[in-house]
């Protein structure tokens, strides 16, 4: 499947998303999407740092994302990621994801929540060889009562125009569990031999009412030179 076919297929998306919940938090687990939006006219902004370093100082890796998510009326939320990947040696495409997100449902009295959402993974220079490809999925999660009361999520997603990767459709997992204080225990879990194919434990620490600091380790399904240690820092407008 060429680019245009790509883009057209994820514009058509977001456009049939179009046709929130009071949270300040991210609207992602670690790695996973939550079925949290940003609430509409609110901004949530994020820095992201991936690395191997530590353990693997050939050919090591170091990955910046900046986010930006915009809460819009009727439970969307619209937003983009820049992903810049250093690795010594190499001149790496700067990658740019525009992503939409529409929360379908929400029973706060059983705890329950859907969304649905699109991402569109394109490179913006150095576009030869490199994939452009869309990821869509469904998710849903049930929150458990008390103040300790975990939260479960689970769902579906499917790529599109990614012909470099194995497993174009899988799994959605993850788990999000209080403990005291500010802290929270989290993990969720990506299926599949492909680039989101991971099970990524970390702790969030709410540093504020707006902002949080989470960290974790993020394990690859297939290949343990995939592996990275994780720091991500937001914070809501």
């Not at 949290?36 to 370093?53: G, H």
């Not at 699109?118 to 008390?146: E, W």
Request: hydrophobic letters at 35%; charged letters at 15%.
């Amino acid at each position: 499947m060429n680019r245009k076919t790509v883009t057209l297929t994820f514009l058509c998306a977001t456009l049939l998303l179009c046709a929130g919940a009071e949270s300040w938090a991210q609207t992602t687990i670690l790695n996973t999407p939550s079925t949290d939006v940003v609430a509409s006219k609110r901004v949530y902004v994020e820095m992201d740092f991936l690395t191997n370093y530590a353990w693997q100082r050939e050919s090591s890796f170091q990955n910046y994302i900046p986010r930006v998510v915009v809460g819009i009326p009727g439970k969307l939320e619209a937003g983009v990621n820049v992903s810049f990947t250093h690795i010594s040696g190499q001149d790496l495409p700067v990658e740019v994801q525009p992503n939409v997100k529409w929360q379908f449902y929400n029973n706060e009295k059983a705890g329950v929540a859907a969304a649905t959402g699109c991402i569109l993974y394109t490179p913006m220079n150095h576009r030869a060889g490199t994939d452009t490809l869309g990821q869509c999925y469904v998710v849903g999660s049930k929150q458990f009562s008390g103040n300790r009361g975990p939260r479960f999520h689970s769902g579906a997603y499917s790529l599109v125009g990614a012909p470099s990767e194995r497993t174009k459709q899988g799994a959605i997992i993850a788990y999000e569990q209080p403990l005291f204080n500010r802290f929270s225990f989290l993990v969720d879990w990506f299926s599949g031999d492909n680039r989101f194919g991971y099970v990524s434990p970390g702790i969030s620490i709410a540093t504020s009412k707006s902002t949080a600091l989470t960290t974790g380790y993020a394990i690859a399904n297939h290949g343990s030179g995939k592996n990275a240690f994780f720091v991500y820092y937001g914070k809501q407008f």
